[in-house]
């Protein structure tokens, strides 16, 4: 290719009835039924536009780099539009063998307690607008955001990791066993 031949990227991302979407300094604002969300493009080298019922996304240059940056940019709008229509589940399964564990939701953190016998409770955060319900043996996290609903279930799982003892052994804790693309009761 010669320097005469310039490519830049350029895509039409279509937006849903449902769904609201508008651009201010770079920052891109979604909402749907589910909720509403926004994520910035301040630091991700693309140019973003509304333009009507559709998102325009252009690469600011014509390297491979740029096209990974851009491709990637494509995959969080459509995560981001996904996510207010449908949602996301995460489910996990609490894994015991001699203490049972509870798990207890209270204003926006989440009690693990009883963890391997110990008297305080390990506490992690819920991100964004997640809901977490734990329903017996299993703990559901759904949200209209997959990057809170994942860092929620990822900060749950690394809380009650078995520290200082064989981990094939000692296998108690809350495990990822299902991601759904919707939200599921």
Do not use: C, W
């Amino acid at each position: 290719m010669s320097t005469k031949q310039v490519e830049i990227h350029e895509v039409t991302i279509p937006v849903p009835d449902v769904v609201k979407a508008s651009v201010s300094h770079k920052i891109l604002y979604v909402q749907g039924p589910l909720g509403k969300t926004r994520k910035t493009f301040k630091k991700i080298p693309v140019d973003l536009a509304v333009d009507g019922k559709n998102i325009v996304l252009k690469s600011l240059g014509d390297r491979k780099r740029d096209y990974a940056i851009f491709k990637t940019a494509e995959s969080i709008i459509n995560t981001l539009i996904k996510g207010v229509q449908t949602g996301y589940t995460f489910k996990m399964k609490i894994v015991y063998a001699h203490f049972p564990i509870t798990v207890k939701v209270k204003d926006s953190f989440i009690h693990v307690e009883n963890f391997q016998g110990e008297r305080a409770a390990r506490v992690s955060r819920i991100f964004g607008d997640s809901k977490v319900v734990p329903k017996g043996d299993d703990v559901i996290i759904t949200g209209p955001v997959l990057t809170d609903v994942s860092q929620t279930a990822g900060a749950l799982q690394q809380n009650t990791k078995v520290k200082n003892k064989d981990h094939r052994v000692f296998l108690d804790g809350l495990y990822l066993f299902e991601k759904l693309d919707k939200i599921e009761k």
